[in-house]
């Protein structure tokens, strides 16, 4: 990154008319495209939900539910701060949920730490063994306390990246594959909101569970028996987590009129995307057949979007004598909370990726590219994918994940066209990889701010990131392979894809 990436981005507009391979006018039409308007209205609804402090009162009220025994408050936190990066950036999430961690966490040390001085002062006089052990034990204590900082940190950085994988508009790089996809294959509408929802749920929630499971043995040890043993009184610790997670929710007061807005508006957009067209009923696009195509994801988006900006944040209250009393007119969000969410650098950066990709298709690169593939056919297609899966983890771990799939989806799109399997069978398995920046914090933003608290090394974040790393390509293995194979009949090469003759044949 010798230049920010969006400044990288904006080579193709004016490299590719001086080499004559595009026109000026092409290689700007490449830089807005329907993403960008899906992306202002999620935008939208995210900084209603920041202003707000929606995101605060779904975290907290999602980790009291799971109760405050430590493993299962982690997870409490795992769960909460992946449902808001669905919906949010993953650096948001991550920014949003990292304070209430930091202060939970510093609140159980605290706690233990209270309850072992008591316990030498009740000691103090007295003949205790455990006391002959004095340097042994405060060494333990230490390193119990550096594990607690260390999981529940770690499960904010991962989780947040996690819990992006499971909606098109949770992450950069589902929203660039989405529209790559759409614009190279127009015939195929298989990709939305509905279909990528059901083929990722299940393969965050298994990352998500083996993810959790592989922190607390890493770091704390992980005791089934104390974790499900029931009407065990709370220890010191539990105590302490309850009371600053109550604490911080009672801060927040009774649910606001801006957040019951926030909360219907983002409800109703879900269901809009949800049955624009689910496939196995059919959707609200279908009243409009004569205009097939016309409305995507995008459409709901800006609809629900637009309405954040006509919504007034205040309701008319009445005065005594039954007046309405005059208040400044402010709607939910103002076009200055906009763009101060809006992540400009993404969308140039995605439109770049959009010009590189046709300034490919023009200059026949692609095809070029695709024939050199080409005897990769011979080799097993479980295969392919898997050594896809590893090159996209390994390069996303030091380049950021948008410029990581903008690179390969031009390249894999042509080897799947050129071996004869379903385009599908390789791209969503690259892009799931794509976002599994685990290893280092410079991998992604949500890394670097957790990073920045100060409890981690960088050897921590090795350690349990090249776990998570062989769980998220086992588990993207494992969904490829079984439950997304029928979703969209991933083992016949489709009629939307073109026809390459090739002598090459492809053996399962």
Known sequence: EALPLAVSALLPAFMFPLFGIMASKEV????????????????????????????????????????????????????????????????????????????????????????????????????NPALELDGRCIKSREDKYNGIFKVMCLCIAYSATIGGLTTITGTSTNLIFAEHFNTRYPDCQCINFGSWFILSIPITV?????????????????????????????????????????????????????????LVLFILMTLLWFTRDPGFIPGWSSLFPEYKGFAT????????????????AKTLSKTSNGENTVFGYTPLITWKEFQSCMPWEIA???????????????????????????PLGSLPLWL???????????????????????????ILSPLAEAIHVNPLLI????????????????????NAIVFSYGHLTIMDMVKAGLGI????????????????????????????????????????
Not at 30 to 47: E, S, T, W
Not at 211 to 239: I, N
Not at 247 to 257: A, R
Not at 348 to 374: M, P, R
């Open 28 to 127: 700007a039409s490449a830089y807005f495209k329907d993403f960008h308007l899906l992306l202002i209205g999620v935008i939208c609804l995210a900084a209603s939900i920041e202003k707000w402090n929606f995101h605060r009162r779904v975290a907290l009220r999602m980790v009291m539910l799971v109760g405050v025994n430590p493993a299962w408050l982690t997870l409490g936190f795992m769960v909460s701060c992946s449902f808001l990066s669905m919906w949010l950036s993953n650096t948001s999430a991550a920014a949003m949920v990292m304070p209430i961690v930091e202060a939970v966490a510093q609140q159980i040390v605290r706690a233990e730490a209270e309850v072992d001085a008591l316990e030498m002062s009740y000691s103090n006089g007295s003949t």
């Open 206 to 262: 298994i990352i998500l569970l083996l993810s959790w499971v592989w922190l607390q043995w890493l770091f704390l040890g992980f005791d089934f028996k104390s974790m499900f043993k029931c009407g065990k009184e709370k220890t010191a610790r539990e105590q302490a987590s309850a009371q600053v997670i109550q604490e911080e929710y009672k801060k927040l007061g009774p649910i606001s009129y801006p957040e019951i807005v926030t």
């Open 297 to 312: 994801d995008s459409t709901t988006a800006l609809v629900i979007g637009l309405l954040f900006f006509i919504i007034p």
């Open 348 to 374: 140039i950066l995605v439109g770049g990726g959009f010009a590189l990709a046709d300034g490919c298709e023009v200059s026949n690169l692609s095809a070029w590219v695709g024939n050199k593939l080409t």
């Open 384 to 410: 392919i994918i898997l050594i896809s899966c590893l090159i996209v983890t390994s390069v996303t771990e030091v380049a950021s994940n948008p410029a990581t799939i903008t690179i390969f989806l031009p």
């Open 427 to 446: 791209l969503i398995p690259a892009t799931l990889c794509t976002s599994f920046a685990f290893l280092l914090p410079v991998a992604n933003p949500a």
């Open 469 to 508: 790393n062989i769980i998220g390509v086992a588990a993207v293995m494992l969904g490829i392979m079984t439950w997304i194979v029928p979703i969209f009949d991933l083992y016949t090469y489709p009629s939307w894809a073109p026809v390459i003759s090739s002598t090459n044949s492809t053996r399962l």
